[in-house]
């Protein structure tokens, strides 16, 4: 935006997805929406005066026409980047290569493959993060502190170095870091390129100790080791005082009794809330569900499975595919096991987070059985949120479980028998024991609320000799 071109900002954050959104109405104004989460929270806490920027890609077809009328909000610069760049950097490399490898999703024999297609979007991914790392190096002041976000922003750090030698950089990655022997499936040249532009900062965040190491021994195996670049852990907690007060308002409790309508009374309810991402797992956890009620048949008519499965990335034919494959499986259980007056599955595609806050307070069960996650929040806002307790069946592969596996039940998120017992198991715990666990998972997922885990990456990065 005009406003912020050239400001010196003392602290800048850089992500794909910004906090604000537009929307071309029908009478073509532009309605602006604002984001969440962990960024948008923990930014706030250093408070409007710090004149912090935040530099972000227009996703929308109202987000470049926002920048083309010069339309924006103050602290926030949206970068214009040519459609067909953005989504060959977006979509083919970010959401197809380094996503997958993170979260381990190749399969063969499809995938993977690296060919001249793939070099052409690489290209791309190249184009779109420099134009960031120019952004940012035009809005910087002298020293100042850029936090870059995640794996769509790989390269920004090594580039923005070059431009600007002065500044504190800092990245953090929101999703686990692979393996090493499965991150050396990328071409050679391609794994030293993300390696080394990451490494052109001063310092690194991961939500685990976990992802922090497999980053460090990608480093030790693929480039000479971590250089001068620091690592450091910091997980993202739940956001306790939003979401309780959140979870209060009137369009919650609504949603509640409409909620409690679907289900019927007297039954207990398992919960899932995800976007419908591959990682999150989700039909294995119908798979895992079928098998509870067919292995256990007291459960017919005795529970519900409410999962709420909301769109994401549907430009990637893979991602139409399992949105598709979720929705046939959830109506093939109900029309096997349902009765007249009782729907096993009931499935919600359409993102509303009330009507996911209404399902954490109501919800004995929840259901977090990701493949792989950097965090999931999930697992934590339900234990925050929750009226009467709620048990909670997680993936050991989930971020979150390093900090709350003592009072979740723990899953291996590919054995669908052991997620079948864990719910049963999870059905049947005693009031008296899902509410004390609860409230010590509460405790746990508000450790590092999102406004002290920002500031303290800021306090790392802008306290770091050097
Ligand atoms: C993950 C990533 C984020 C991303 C979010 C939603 O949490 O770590 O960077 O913004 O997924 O995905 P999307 O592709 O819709 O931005």
Not at 166 to 180: E, K, N, V
Not at 186 to 210: E, K, S
Request: glycine letters at 8%.
């Amino acid at each position: 935006m005009a406003s912020t071109h050239g400001a010196a900002h003392q602290v800048l954050v850089a992500s794909n997805r910004g906090p604000v959104s537009y929307e071309v109405q029908d009478d073509g104004s532009l309605a602006a929406k604002r984001g969440g989460g962990g960024l948008v929270s923990g930014l706030s806490a250093i408070g409007p005066d710090a004149g912090a920027l935040w530099v972000c890609s227009a996703l929308s077809d109202g987000d470049r026409e926002a920048v083309r009328r010069g339309i924006g909000e103050d602290g926030v610069r949206m970068l214009d980047i040519p459609a067909d760049v953005h989504a060959d950097a977006y979509n083919g490399i970010a959401n197809s290569v380094l996503w997958f490898v993170h979260h381990l999703l190749y399969q063969t024999p499809l995938e993977p493959v690296f060919d001249a297609e793939f070099r052409r979007q690489w290209a791309s991914y190249e184009t779109y993060n420099r134009a960031f790392a120019e952004a940012l190096a035009e809005e910087a002041g002298p020293g100042a502190a850029v936090l870059v976000q995640d794996y769509h922003l790989c390269l920004v750090p090594g580039m923005l170095r070059e431009l600007r030698p002065d500044l504190r950089i800092g990245h953090f990655s929101h999703t686990p870091w692979a393996p090493a022997e499965y991150f050396r499936l990328l071409p050679d040249d391609i794994a030293q390129q993300v390696l080394r532009g990451m490494l052109g900062a001063d310092r690194l965040g991961f939500l685990t100790r976990r992802w922090a190491d497999a980053f460090t021994a990608c480093c030790t195996a693929f480039v000479d080791g971590l250089g001068g670049t620091e690592v450091g852990v910091h997980g993202l907690g739940a956001d306790a005082d939003f979401l309780r007060e959140r979870a209060h308002r009137d369009d919650v409790t609504e949603r509640m009794a409409a909620l409690r309508d679907e289900i019927g009374e007297g039954r207990r309810t398992i919960v899932r809330v995800d976007r419908t991402e591959l990682s999150k797992n989700i039909v294995r956890g119908l798979l895992a569900y079928r098998q509870l009620l067919d292995s256990r048949p007291e459960w017919r008519e005795r529970v519900v499975h409410v999962a709420f499965a909301y769109p994401s990335r549907q430009d990637l034919a893979v991602y139409r595919d399992y949105t598709a494959e979720v929705q046939r499986l959830a109506d093939e259980i109900n029309s096997s096991y349902g009765t007249p007056g009782w729907t096993p599955v009931v499935l919600h595609v359409k993102d509303d987070f009330a009507r996911s806050l209404a399902a954490y307070r109501l919800a004995d069960v929840a259901l977090v059985n990701p493949i792989r996650d950097g965090m999931n929040l999930v697992a934590k806002e339900v234990p925050v949120v929750s009226d009467d307790g709620c048990a909670l069946v997680l993936s050991r592969e989930a971020g979150a479980h390093a900090e709350l596996a003592e009072d979740a039940i723990t899953v291996n998120p590919y054995d669908i028998t052991e997620t079948a017992n864990a719910l049963h198991e999870a059905l049947t715990m005693p009031a008296a024991e899902r509410a004390e666990r609860t409230k010590r998972l509460a405790a746990a997922a508000t450790a590092l609320p999102p406004a002290q885990w920002f500031l303290d990456q800021l306090n790392a990065l802008t306290n770091q000799a050097g």
